[in-house]
T-cell receptor, first 114, second 116 residues
Framework: EAQVTQNPRYLITVTGKKLTVTCSQN?????MSWYRQDPGLGLRQIYY???????DKGDVPEGYKVSRKEKRNFPLILESPSPNQTSLYFC?????????????FGNGTRLTVT | AQSVSQHNHHVILSEAASLELGCNYS??????LFWYVQYPGQHLQLLLK??????LVKGIKGFEAEFIKSKFSFNLRKPSVQWSDTAEYFC??????????????FGAGTQVVVTP
């Protein structure tokens, strides 16, 4: 089944403890991206990747890192999480960023930083 | 700054009523336009998309949207809603200009509640 898989679904952590949220897609998509969803603000793009080894900042990249060493994986790294990063995170992929390819979303990761 | 604006944050209507959700964007260049739906507790799913051609596009579940270039708008419509249409709806714009290729922006969302 074609899908975007995020792990974990739920994560509670403490301020400053490094964490990684994994994202994997099995559709051979070139484009992958991360979003955070906050009430009243919709989805805001954190980082995106047009292809392997190519990443760019979205609208809210501060406090996050990503890497794209292989096509299927696009992990989101929080080196020193803070409470303002408590949010619902979505990973998404699309065939390519060059045409009208829609995004396919993962099921989300609800992160709480205390 | 580039932005996507959805006119209503909350909409409550009865079954069989008509729905129209407004979306305006402020990009100057070529864009792709999307509407996504998020049912309670689920991830976003594509309703419909527009990239060129006929400005009236039809999507899944009886939804349609009209692109009006002169108004920078992409409004979503459904003639007769059902209780199962209760969800949050997001308008999204993908920039196709070379200086921001690949950037997606979403509106803040409209929570739609359909009462029986």
């Amino acid at each position: 089944e074609a899908q975007v898989t995020q792990n974990p679904r739920y994560l509670i952590t403490v301020t400053g403890k490094k964490l990684t949220v994994t994202c994997s897609q099995n559709m051979n998509h070139e484009y992958m991206s991360w979003y955070r969803q906050d009430p009243g603000l919709g989805l805001r793009q954190i980082y995106y990747s047009m292809n392997v080894e190519v990443t760019d900042k979205g609208d809210v990249p501060e406090g996050y890192k990503v890497s794209r060493k292989e096509k299927r994986n696009f992990p989101l790294i929080l080196e020193s999480p803070s409470p303002n990063q408590t949010s619902l995170y979505f990973c998404a992929s699309s065939l390519t960023a060059l045409y009208n390819s829609p995004l396919h979303f993962g099921n989300g990761t609800r992160l709480t930083v205390t | 700054a580039q932005s996507v604006s959805q006119h209503n944050h909350h909409v409550i209507l009865s079954e069989a009523a008509s729905l129209e959700l407004g979306c305006n964007y402020s990009y100057g260049g070529t864009v792709n336009l999307f509407w996504y739906v998020q049912y309670p507790g689920q991830h976003l799913q594509l309703l419909l998309k527009y990239f060129s051609g006929d400005p009236l596009v039809k999507g899944i579940k009886g939804f349609e949207a009209e692109f009006i270039k002169s108004k920078f708008s992409f409004n979503l419509r459904k003639p007769s809603v059902q209780w199962s249409d209760t969800a949050e709806y997001f308008c999204a714009v993908k920039s196709m200009t070379t200086d921001s290729w690949g950037k997606f922006q979403f509106g803040a969302g409209t929570q739609v509640v359909v009462t029986p």
